[in-house]
């Protein structure tokens, strides 16, 4: 069909954000799919990359690469200085005190498996960690695991019907006993946005530690740790902009300090006999190994390519492509929107009355959409809204409305094909 | 559940299935079109009884639910499944014309050359999400236990005594299973 195999012309209500000079960024975005423009709306399952960040991975390989830390070599002080500028750029980012604050992970499951398995270490029966029912599984297995290993008691904050967590029940689950409050800042499946500051708030009231997962809200809303006041604050690269295989942690010095390490190794010792081991100091004594090198250098690219356009216009863009997903959306025939707490960005989840999401899914990419059909890794949050998946529909900086109307079509077509 | 396979073996043989298959959705020139067709074999896939939808019978490895049940009507395999997405009960629609009364040796020495040959493979090579891979690795992983056990179920063997020689009449499977 030629015409929705043209071009589509993309714009922001955000004034001089330039979506089109934005999209040229992300060379991915101009290819094809099954024929027609690539509209990818997966951005919370991870994100595209812009052409600075594959150029910045690509040069450390071409040009300076070497393992960090362990060389006196230049080639392996100038990896060392990239990887640890990368970290700075990461603290300024989320405006963390101090760069020692900032230990690199995996991914942002292994930053919270870091947390479960080292600060968790000191919980035993009695304590009590809370988390909520709107977490992904990533923030859950782990605290089952510290249950059944340590006795510790697992407690769940409830969600409302629209996707938002029922306040009123964790401020009484909290108790002298909570040690840890482990909830997300924006739902995956749903798009809720949790109020963490005014939870954190409550968490340290009864003398709890808190632990945001900030994995769906980092790359949508600055982000200044100091400010949320979080003991702790994970993400993953990937849904940032830049590469998979990195992750990060944050979390206050004393705090990371206190903690054992997770894993022994390279790297995060001073000295090593047979006897003992002196760990290293923060960060390094929770970064055994070598660290994911070239994943650092470009989340550091990621994040000078935000922070050049301005965490505040991407989310004020964003904003609006939101608003206006919600309501194209709702104005497709047989469509219920799943999740309609009041704050809610960047994630759309929704159900079709004549199909099942495996089928919208399916048939989208046709149209050459990149959609999620499924549980979306939390499958708590489908049970409690007693739906086997939802379609879902995600935005990033270079998401536009011309998208959102290619997404709609695409549905109605789904529908006469299901008449 | 309402027998619409004969009992009689087919009277085309697996390749000729195949063929048949290939030339069916070949007809269509546009993908929507083929997907269009795809729907309406999974709309008139027969009902699979509720009481069958056990986590014994679920094919695990797709992101629908698909369940499966197998029962040996002497060296024939009968072959009985569903999803709750109607493409993948499309999809099973096309592994049961092929598949569905045939002798073992039939079954495993015929891998579903179909779904490449309508070009299927190229929409569907994210196999885990469609789940094809693993409905027929349950097909052929029952055609390989054989009749000889009796056994129906997801080639588990773990069935109810007897139950290799019941019908699929609804009373009757809603006791054991
Ligand atoms: C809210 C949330 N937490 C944790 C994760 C896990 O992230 P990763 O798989 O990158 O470790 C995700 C990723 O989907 C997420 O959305």
Redesign the interface.
């Known amino acids: 069909m030629p015409d929705t195999a043209a071009p589509l012309l993309h714009t922001s209500a955000v004034n001089d954000y330039d979506i089109e000079a934005i999209r040229r960024d992300f060379p991915i975005l101009s290819r094809r799919v099954?024929g027609k423009p690539l509209v990818y709306l997966d951005t919370a399952n991870s994100a595209q990359k812009p052409q600075a960040v594959i150029d910045a991975v690509s040069r450390l390989y071409a040009e300076d690469y070497a393992n960090v830390h362990r060389g006196l070599h230049s080639l392996s002080m100038a990896t060392t200085d990239l990887f640890e500028a990368a970290r700075e750029k990461v603290r300024a980012f989320v405006n963390a005190a101090s760069d020692k604050e900032i230990v690199f992970t995996r991914g942002g499951t292994a930053s919270i498996n870091l947390v479960a398995n080292s600060f968790g270490r000191s919980l035993g029966p009695g304590d009590e960690v809370i988390i909520s029912h709107l977490e992904h599984h990533s923030n859950i297995v782990p605290w089952q695991m510290l249950r059944d290993d340590r006795g510790v008691t697992l407690k769940v904050i409830p969600m409302h019907e629209d996707g938002s967590l029922d306040l009123d029940a964790y401020a009484d689950l909290l108790t002298e006993n909570t040690e840890l409050v482990a909830v997300t800042h924006m739902s995956n499946a749903l798009g809720t946005i949790v109020p963490i500051k005014e939870m954190a708030a409550q968490a340290h009231a009864v003398g709890a530690k808190m632990l945001v997962d900030g994995c769906q809200s980092i790359m949508h809303m600055p982000i200044d740790v100091q400010d949320l006041d979080c003991d702790f604050f994970v993400f993953s690269g990937h849904k940032l902009y830049g590469p998979s295989g990195i992750g990060v942690l944050y979390g206050k010095r004393d705090l990371l300090d206190a903690m054992p390490p997770y894993q022994g190794g390279g790297d995060m010792i001073k000295t090593v006999t047979f006897e003992k081991t002196v760990y290293a100091d923060l960060p390094a004594k929770h970064e055994a190994g070598t660290p994911p090198i070239a994943q650092a250098v470009g989340l550091g690219a990621a994040i000078d390519y935000l922070t050049g356009i301005g965490m505040d216009r991407v989310a004020a863009h964003e904003a609006d492509v939101s608003a206006y997903a919600a309501e194209r959306l709702q104005a497709v025939p047989g469509l219920t929107l799943v999740g309609t707490a009041p704050e809610r960005m960047a994630v759309v989840s929704f159900t079709l009355d004549c199909?099942?999401?495996?089928?919208i899914g399916?048939?989208v990419?046709?149209d050459g959409v990149a959609v999620r059909?499924?549980h979306h890794c939390a499958q708590p949050v489908m049970q409690r809204l007693d739906l086997?998946?939802t379609v879902r529909a995600s935005f990033g900086m270079y998401t536009s409305r011309a998208e959102i109307d290619v997404l709609a079509r695409a549905l109605e077509?789904v529908r006469k094909?299901?008449a | 559940m309402t027998e619409t396979q004969p009992a009689a073996p087919p009277e085309t043989t697996i390749d000729e299935t195949m063929d048949d298959l290939v030339d069916d959705l070949a007809f269509f020139d546009d993908w929507q079109d083929k997907y269009q067709q795809i729907i309406h074999m999974g709309r008139a896939l027969p009902a699979f009884p509720e009481p069958w939808k056990t986590a014994e019978h679920e094919v695990h490895g797709c992101m629908a639910r698909v369940w499966m049940k197998g029962r040996w009507q002497d060296d024939r395999l009968r072959l009985y499944a569903t999803s709750n997405a109607i493409i993948v009960s499309g999809l099973i629609a096309m592994l049961l014309k092929v598949y569905d009364n045939r002798t073992a040796e039939e079954i495993l020495s015929h891998p579903p050359t179909f779904i490449e040959r309508i070009g299927m493979d190229s929409h569907f090579s994210q196999q885990r999400s469609t789940g094809l891979a693993a409905m027929k690795n349950a097909i052929f992983e029952i055609a390989r236990q054989g009749p000889a056990d009796g056994s129906q179920g997801m080639g588990t063997g773990s069935q109810a005594p007897g139950a290799g020689n019941r019908e699929p009449g609804a009373e009757e499977v809603g006791r054991a299973e």
């Open positions: 099954h199909a099942h999401p495996h089928d399916t048939l990419d046709l059909a499924g086997p998946a077509t094909m299901f």
